[in-house]
């Protein structure tokens, strides 16, 4: 994983972090604070840790097959991974909301 793309997912995870704890603080239970708290939740319990083991067993079998890059491919996908559950426990730890 390159170091834009590196940056780009750290600013990714704290952009949706600020957003999610601003619309908390200021929307509460409306129909926008619900929909953007289940948009959250979809990413970060289903899409992130499911894109996150796909770039993990990539990493695997280019290491397996002795390209390079294989190792840093998978030390990213574990990096972000732990990034958006950490986003995801500051976020439920800040607001009380659980997303």
């Known amino acids: ?3 834009m793309s590196k940056r780009m997912t750290l600013v990714l ?6 957003a999610q704890i601003i619309l908390a603080a200021t ?10 708290n289940a948009i959250i939740n979809i990413v970060l319990t289903y899409i992130v840790p499911g894109l996150a083991v796909l770039i993990v067993i990539w990493g695997a079998i280019d290491v397996m097959s002795s390209k390079p890059g294989g190792i840093q491919k998978i030390i990213g996908a574990i990096i972000g991974l732990i990034i958006a559950l950490g986003a995801k426990a500051i976020i439920t730890r800040i607001t009380g909301v659980t997303v």
């Open 27 to 36: 929307v509460d239970e409306t129909a926008i604070g619900t929909s953007f």
């Open 13 to 18: 995870m704290l952009t949706l972090m600020a």
């Open 1 to 3: 994983m390159s170091t």
